[in-house]
């Protein structure tokens, strides 16, 4: 993620058109705008992000207690809940941008972030891999983001995705992690009840 | 599990501790093949779960996930974690009680089996049980053995199932992975689902 800000930066300060001018958002317009950013940001970056951040500590932390062949449910179901509690996430971490940056800031982001081109640079870097084609965000993107509160953002947000998501991280996890422990429940049990009928072993309703 | 364990391990003690001047009683069985092991096998672990309960069990159970990072995340999510532990046991108790069953069949006669059993069903015996695991007064009270389960416990295979019973934590270790894989789906259903039931109450009534 380190990577997003050098290369959003060269990308966005490529242009030289002239800056924009900002009002400045009141709390509540700022509030609505941080939950628009991170919604749209949430497909090409957040996701993937968080995808990452929990599956490999929740599959090592579950070795013992799960068979080898569930691992993969534990991706499964982390990907699924994070479809399903989309909007719940993109509120948390819209809270975490509300503190991150300034009102000013995420409204020149919000105008880089819903970019085609910004979200295709998003999606590869958070995929970790190379853009699919150059990077070529809109002149009103190039405009915005040379702003003093453009580069704010490039830099508060791109450039230290921790700070956005730490303040919220616990609320996060307790949105998402009661249904990943659901659905992982649910996907091993339907895997175990087969095995155990195979050996002959009595397998209740329950399971 | 250990508690577990060590529950069995003191029937076993117990059992030795009979009178050992009765006469070894118990008949020659002239067919002794696997199901009618595991037939007897069976009916000793939920004679001795009747007498001496899943708890222990349940909080082995309960004690391990408790360390999770994640069933920290709320005091609530704690007693979420515990309560799905108890059902789950009490749930698959049937699938418990087979595959140890099983376990115990694949290492001991049938002649031990039923020897094991008639010590286990003697009404001093289970007193003892009880009382060791807090659920009655102390032992200094209790009952001696029966006639019959005085016989079984100082016949050769009374004996001999006694000194298997002795590394009973070691009997059961090749199934201690399919005990824990066949009891964490619903564990971790349950959990989810109650911990799922206690965000939406939070969301409900936040304070």
Known sequence: MKLMVAALTLVLAGGAAPAAAWAADDKAQGDKTAVDVATAMYGPAYKRMLHDALVPPLTDGMSGVIRPEWRGYVAEAVDEELDAKATVVCALIGRGLSGAATPDELAAGLIAVRDPAIQGALKALAEHTPPAQPVSPTAETRATMTTPAGRGFTQKVFGDIAKVVDPVKEDLLRALMPGVFRRLGQKASADERRRLQSQGLPVEAAI | ?207
């Not at chain 2, 577990?4 to 059992?15: K, M, P, S, T, Y």
């Not at chain 2, 939920?46 to 309960?53: C, L, N």
């Not at chain 2, 222990?56 to 005091?75: E, H, I, K, V």
């Not at chain 2, 002795?166 to 964490?184: C, G, I, Q, W, Y």
Request: charged share 20%.
């Open chain 2, 1 to 207: 599990m250990r508690a577990a364990w060590f529950v069995l391990g003191l029937g076993l003690a117990l059992a030795i501790a009979a009178p050992r001047a009765v006469q070894a009683a118990t008949n020659p069985v002239a067919v002794n093949t696997d199901a009618q092991r595991e037939q007897v096998a069976i009916a000793f672990v939920d004679e001795f779960f009747a007498t001496a309960g899943y708890k222990p069990l349940q909080d082995a159970f309960a004690g391990a996930l408790g360390a999770w990072y994640f069933a920290n995340l709320r005091p609530e999510w704690r007693t979420a974690l515990n309560e799905a532990a108890s059902e789950e046991l009490d749930a698959d108790r049937p699938t418990v009680d087979a595959i140890m069953a099983r376990q115990l069949a694949k290492d001991m006669t049938l002649d031990e089996l039923q020897a094991g059993l008639v010590i286990i069903r003697d009404p001093a015996m289970a007193a003892a049980l009880k009382a060791n695991l807090g659920h009655a007064p102390s032992s200094n009270a209790l009952p001696p053995l029966q006639l019959d389960a005085q016989r079984a416990a100082v016949s050769p295979a009374g004996q001999s199932f006694g000194r298997k019973f002795d590394r009973f934590d070691e009997l059961m270790s090749p199934v201690k992975p399919d005990l824990t894989f066949a009891v964490m789906p619903g564990v971790l259903r349950r959990f989810g689902e109650k911990a799922e039931a206690v965000e939406a109450q939070k969301r409900a009534s936040p304070k």
